[in-house]
């Protein structure tokens, strides 16, 4: 249901551009895909303030112990919003010590069931409360669309801290028949001291991804945000704490990677690690998590997702699924389906198709109604963007429309469309994380299948197909976490998400979540004389 809301909120069909290609500006201030060079108008003044700015610490909003900081920037102009504390490893040790003693003294694990459910259902509820609050703040802080996070991303943030505290009192042992005299049973434990690492493209979704299942099962937190969008998840931490979270339940720590992100890995009283990231990154978090106390590590990383069209598609619904598919969120996400493989048969109708769709495509400031496209998180992933574009014509396939930046003020890129798109080429096996589908042929089942399982990553894949058989197939044959069929991008609470191969370890939401923060205890008491085994 989530992807069908997101879907149509960001299809909306809107005016075409002029004919020939140029460029066109509507009176909103919303640009239709250009080829030529353009300027925003001056952007929107957000709706919101920035009222938290500092890290959270045992239930207090302090700055770094060595009292640097650092600036979130608008991704609209590249202006500073903010400065945040500059947190390391000194702050990490403050909010794992306060963390540690939460969880070893404190009421949280030694609450009823029912009482962090209530917590937790107080929570939701502020938060659906807040709901523009808070998606003001994320979309000026990370670019996305306002529609997107109002109507999509806080909603599906609140369904998430619902259906975790309605799991509370829900986790329970078993009780086993042993081979002998005994009495056999498990206790499913909160592991305790959880650090966990969550990404820039979604901050508020990746919060409820990690914090929801930790505090069901009863576990203490310290979270590292992103550095270039710190700024919701102390807002909505803050709520939490207005619900009645403990102090110290959930710590917060702004900072880089390198700094606060190692220290928090390598901690000794840290007890496990989920990070959500770069395949390369997850590589250094796996290796510091071995390298000091061997502490459990999940991991949601990369993907390169094949999106595949077969001969029987609609070609007309294949497109805006594809386009979809990829361009979601900036195409700033780990899942795009950013290989799209098209039926010979049907692939010079789907590129023209999908080449009109992305120039109709309405990009510009994200806190206007109406919009399609905001800009990149920063200037880092917009050059990255760039390069790889280079790197397509350089390469040889054909750029059809796009390439370029949009506009001269932030980091606005244009939708861009590859076709003659060959597997070794970088913009076919690098994730790119941005506006820039790439469109390969194929002629048979087996062909794609192997082509699409020729990756380092297995993180999601999709279908559009009206056959049973070539649907089932494909489900079976694809490596990957998730594949949707005939559609794309759905998300509910109950459905686990992660990844094969470097795409990550383990799996979030759902059930199978909880199993990252708890532990199993075999406990088995002598019977003496039992009147039955």
């Known amino acids: 249901m989530a992807s069908r809301r997101i879907s149509s909120l960001l299809s909306r069909s809107a005016p075409l551009l002029s004919r020939g290609g140029k ?108 709901n523009d609050e808070i998606a003001a703040l994320e979309t000026w802080d990370s670019g996305k669309l306002f529609e997107q996070c109002a109507k999509i991303e806080v909603p599906m943030f609140v369904r998430l801290f619902r259906y975790y505290a309605g799991w509370t009192d829900k986790i329970h042992g078993m009780t086993i028949p042993g081979d002998g005299p005994h009495h056999v049973q498990t206790l499913h434990e909160p592991i305790g001291v959880c ?5 820039w493209n979604f901050p508020l979704v990746m919060f409820a991804w990690k914090v929801g299942p930790a505090l069901a099962c009863g576990n203490t937190i310290v979270l590292k945000t992103a550095e270039q969008t710190p700024l919701s998840a102390l807002l909505v931490s803050k709520l939490l704490h207005e619900a009645g979270l403990p102090d110290g339940v959930l710590n917060i720590v702004s900072g880089f990677g390198p700094t606060a992100g190692a220290a928090l890995c390598s901690h000794m009283d840290v007890d496990k690690i989920a990070f959500t990231g770069s395949t390369e990154t997850g590589k250094i978090v796996l290796e510091l998590s071995a390298k000091s106390n ?22 007309d619904k ?56 905001g800009p990149q998180i920063d200037s880092e992933q917009f050059e990255k963007i760039l390069k790889y574009i280079r790197s ?29 798109v060959k597997d070794d080429m970088l913009i076919a096996k690098d994730e790119i994380f941005g506006p820039v589908q790439t469109i390969l042929k194929f002629n048979e089942l087996n062909d794609v299948i192997k082509r699409a399982n020729n990756t380092r990553y297995g993180l999601a894949a999709g279908v559009f197909t009206s056959n049973l058989d070539t649907a089932n197939t494909l489900t ?3 490596r990957a976490g998730t594949v949707w069929i005939n559609c794309f991008d759905t998300f509910d609470a109950t459905i686990p998400f992660g990844g094969y191969k470097m795409s990550g370890i383990g799996r979030e939401k759902g059930e199978y979540s909880l199993k990252n923060y708890l532990q199993v205890k075999a406990v088995v008491t002598a019977l003496k004389n039992p009147a039955w085994l």
Request: proline share 6%; charged share 25%.
């Open 195 to 199: 650090g966990q690492i969550i990404p």
């Open 318 to 373: 294949a497109v805006e699924l594809a386009h979809f598919a990829l361009f979601f969120n900036q195409g700033q996400c780990c899942c795009a389906g950013s290989r799209t493989y098209v039926h010979e048969k049907v692939y010079d109708e789907f590129l023209e198709k999908a080449k009109a769709r992305a120039l109709q495509r309405a990009v510009g400031d994200p806190f206007k109604s109406g919009m399609e496209q």
């Open 294 to 315: 061997l502490k459990p590590v999940t991991l949601e990383l990369g993907g390169k997702s094949p999106f595949i069209v077969c001969e029987d598609a609609d070609v």
């Open 476 to 478: 079976r044959a694809l």
């Open 23 to 130: 460029q066109s500006y509507t009176s909103g201030g919303i640009f239709r895909y250009t080829t030529a060079a353009a300027a925003l108008e001056e952007p929107i003044k957000p709706p919101v303030s920035v009222q938290y700015d500092k890290l959270l610490i045992n239930g207090q909003f302090v700055d770094a112990a060595s009292g640097k900081t650092f600036p979130t920037l608008d991704p609209r102009t590249g202006e500073v919003i903010t400065h945040v504390p500059e947190g390391d490893a000194e702050d990490i040790n403050r909010a794992v010590s306060a963390a540690r003693k939460a969880f070893d003294e404190g009421p949280w694990p030694k609450m009823t069931a029912y009482e962090r459910q209530r917590i937790l259902l107080r929570f939701a509820d502020l938060v659906e409360k807040h």
């Open 392 to 420: 397509g014509t350089e390469s040889g396939a054909t750029l059809e429309t796009g390439g370029d930046r949009l506009g001269t003020k932030g980091y606005y890129v244009q939708p861009t469309v590859f076709s003659n």
